[in-house]
């Protein structure tokens, strides 16, 4: 379906754009075309296992 296409060519964009810069929620929100906060989270959770938050937290690599 539709929306499986979807999640599997954006899941790796979002995984991508997370460790490669010091990005926020509401920015992957906007870059990727989440409508809402409550559907990026809960795509997250389906697909990542945590919320966005967490997904930022575990994954970006901030240099220091």
Known sequence: DGQAMVAETTEPHILNKVMTSETTVGEL????????????THYCKQH?????????????????
């Open 48 to 64: 990542f296992n945590c919320t966005p938050r967490e997904l930022i937290m575990k994954y970006q690599v901030v240099n220091q």
């Open 29 to 40: 929100m906007e870059k990727f075309r989440f409508e809402s906060q409550a559907h990026f």
